[in-house]
C-alpha cells in the first residue's frame, strides 16, 4: 500500500541554524510532491512545490529537494526562526485528479 | 490565492446526530476538497465535489455517512451523518489554486466533536 513517511518526533533546532525535514514515501509515483505549513487550529498553507523531473526548488529561506530515485523529498529551512515553529506536511499528488496524499506531519520548534 | 471560510468553526454535537459544515470561497472554482483530520493525525481526504455532479468518495467513506451539496462554484457543504465518537476530527476544505497551479488552499477547519 502507499506510505508516506515524515519524522513523527518533534525536530528542535536553535535559532539561526538550518532545519532539514525529511519525507520518505513507498508504492507511489508522484508528479508532484508539495510541502505545506500547519499552525495549530489553522488549516494548512502551502510553501513549495516541486515536480517529479526537478531536482530542486528553492522559496526565500526555503529549499526542497525530490530525488525520485531514492523515494524521498528533503525540506531546509536556513536561518531559522522561531516563528519558523509549526508542523509541516509534505503531500503527494500522482497527477490525476488533483488528489493529494498527505504525510504525517513533523513538528518543527525553534528556539532562541 | 483563494480566502476559505468554514462554519461552524467548532461544534460539540451528541452521538446519533447530524451537523453540517459550511465552506465559502471569495472566488468561483471547478474543484473543492473535503478532508479530516484526527487528533495528532495527519489530513485523510474524504472526496472531491465539482459543480454540477455527485462528488467523489476516497475508500472507507460513503455518501450516507459524508453527504456533500455543491450547488454552485463557490460554495460547498460536508453533512456528517449519524454521528458517534469516533468521527471527532477537524474537518477541513480545500480548493485549487488559480488556472494550472496544483497547490491547494485550506479553510481554517471545523472542530467537531462528539459525546
Known amino acids: 500500500s502507499q506510505k508516506i513517511e515524515q519524522n513523527s518526533e518533534a525536530l528542535n533546532i536553535q535559532e539561526g541554524k538550518t532545519a532539514t525535514l525529511t519525507c520518505n514515501y513507498t508504492n507511489y509515483s508522484p508528479a508532484y510532491l508539495q510541502w505545506y505549513r500547519q499552525d495549530p487550529g489553522r488549516g494548512p498553507v502551502f510553501l513549495l512545490l516541486?515536480?517529479?523531473?526537478?531536482k530542486e526548488k528553492r522559496k526565500e529561506r526555503l529549499k526542497v529537494t525530490f530525488d525520485t530515485t531514492l523515494k524521498q523529498s528533503l525540506f531546509h529551512i536556513t536561518a531559522s526562526q522561531p516563528a519558523d515553529s509549526a508542523t509541516y506536511l509534505c503531500a503527494l499528488e500522482s497527477g490525476t485528479a488533483s488528489k493529494l496524499t498527505f504525510g504525517t506531519g513533523t513538528r518543527l520548534q525553534v528556539t532562541l | 490565492s483563494a480566502v476559505i471560510s468554514q462554519k461552524p468553526s467548532r461544534d460539540i454535537c451528541q452521538r446519533g446526530t447530524s451537523l453540517t459544515i459550511q465552506c465559502q470561497v471569495d472566488?468561483?472554482?471547478?474543484?473543492m476538497f473535503w478532508y479530516r483530520q484526527q487528533p495528532g493525525q495527519s489530513l485523510t481526504l474524504i472526496a472531491t465535489?465539482?459543480?454540477?455532479?455527485?462528488?467523489?468518495?476516497e475508500s472507507g467513506f460513503v455518501i450516507d455517512k459524508f453527504p456533500i451539496s455543491r450547488p454552485n462554484l463557490t460554495f460547498s457543504t460536508l453533512t456528517v451523518s449519524n454521528m458517534s465518537p469516533e468521527d471527532s476530527s477537524i474537518y477541513l476544505c480545500s480548493v485549487e489554486g488559480p488556472g494550472k497551479a496544483r497547490e491547494q488552499y485550506f479553510g481554517p477547519g471545523t472542530r467537531l466533536t462528539v459525546t
Open positions: 516541486i515536480r517529479e523531473n526537478e
Open positions: 465535489a465539482n459543480q454540477g455532479s455527485e462528488a467523489t468518495y
Open positions: 472566488s468561483q472554482v471547478t474543484m
